[in-house]
Structures are given as structure tokens and as C-alpha cells.
């Protein structure tokens, strides 16, 4: 089958894929970050069903508003959320919310942030800056995260400068990922479940 006929068939499945009758608990997870750095494509490229995403097209009355010098071929922009699902097993399923990266749309967020278990900060190297929000409102909120810098192209610092230039703590896991591709989209989902895990066991630990 060629590439095309695969991807058709792979869109025809998701589409079509039923939530199974058994399922009992949902997990949600938020995916953050600023504008323009992969979140709708992670949401899309993990989820089994075909993602709903609320994107626009961007206009000249965004000129100004926002700065897609970074992105060029950008032509759309989230303007409420992106949703994806992923099926654990019989009862458990993860929701996946991707957040819009605009300033202007950042009173979304505390809705979305609203019983996640946890969250993923998606960086691009070129604009670090734009991670400080997300970073703060996480850690305000008190919700778990991982940072999951993103390769648009050949990175242009390492990993520990990231971590350096966004002040991270040591316990906070970051690490690369392709928000194009599957499989680096869910082993960034396994690590944000493996540190929940792992603060989940420190605080029953430290309980007196």
C-alpha cells in the first residue's frame, strides 16, 4: 500500500475507534507551551481517534498579536483547546488537552489545568522565553510536569542549557522529543506518568 493509502487508512480508523464500554476512569493530561511550538501536532501524531482541534486561520488581524517569524509556514492557530485519547487498558483512558500558546487565550488555561493529572511543557530552543508562563502556572497550581524540548532541526543547545535558561529543578524531567512522530510522543507521555509515579511514592514516604 502506498504512503497516501496508509494514511487514509490510518485516519479511517481513528476516526471510527470506539471508547470501550468497559472504560471506568479517564486520566487527563494537558500538553502547554507557547506559540506556534508543536502542541496541536504532539496531540495529533499520539491520540488513537482523530484529534478535535479548534484551529483557525490566522489573518492580518493577528499581525502584531502574534509572531510567526520563528514558524513561517504556520497558516492556523488553536484558538480554545486540542483533544486527543489514548486507551490504557479495559477501564483506564487518557485524555489529552492541548492548550493555545497565546497570551491572549492564557485564561483558558486554569479550565484546562482543572483535575489533570499531570502536564507536559513543550519548549522550542529558539523561544525559551515563552515557557516561563506555563512553567510558573504549573507550578503554582501544583500539577506534576515534564519539559519535552522539541527538534525542529538541529538543536541549538543542549539539554542542559535548556534546563539552566528555564531555571529548572533537577527532580523536574526534561528530555528531547519529535512532536511529529508517534512513538517519541508517547515515550514523553510515559516519562510524565513515570515522575507522577515517583512523586506519588516520595510523598507516601514522607508521610508521617
Request: charged content about 25%.
Amino acid at each position: 500500500m502506498d504512503s497516501n493509502g496508509s494514511d487514509r487508512a490510518l485516519l479511517r480508523a481513528r476516526a471510527v475507534a470506539p471508547l470501550s464500554p468497559t472504560a471506568a476512569s479517564g486520566l487527563k493530561i494537558v500538553v502547554v507551551g507557547g506559540f506556534g511550538v508543536g502542541k496541536t501536532t504532539l496531540v495529533g501524531a499520539v491520540s488513537e481517534i482523530r484529534p478535535l482541534n479548534t484551529e483557525e486561520t490566522m489573518t492580518r488581524a493577528g499581525e502584531g498579536v502574534d509572531d510567526p517569524s520563528l514558524v513561517a509556514s504556520k497558516r492556523s492557530t488553536t484558538v480554545a483547546f486540542d483533544f486527543g485519547r489514548i486507551t490504557l487498558d479495559e477501564r483506564n483512558v487518557l485524555y489529552l488537552f492541548g492548550a493555545p500558546g497565546q497570551e491572549r487565550f492564557w485564561f483558558l488555561w486554569d479550565r484546562l489545568f482543572s483535575g489533570a493529572l499531570g502536564a507536559v511543557v513543550l519548549v522550542d530552543t529558539r523561544r525559551l522565553e515563552e515557557s516561563w508562563y506555563a512553567i510558573d502556572r504549573l507550578e503554582q497550581h501544583g500539577t506534576p510536569f515534564i519539559v519535552a524540548r522539541n527538534n525542529f532541526g538541529p538543536p541549538g543547545h543542549g539539554l542542559a542549557e535548556v534546563r539552566a535558561a528555564l531555571d529548572l529543578p533537577e527532580h523536574v524531567p526534561l528530555v528531547d522529543c519529535d512532536a511529529r512522530d508517534r512513538e517519541s510522543g508517547k515515550q514523553v507521555l510515559i516519562g510524565l506518568v513515570r515522575h507522577i509515579q515517583q512523586l506519588a511514592e516520595r510523598a507516601y514516604e514522607e508521610t508521617p
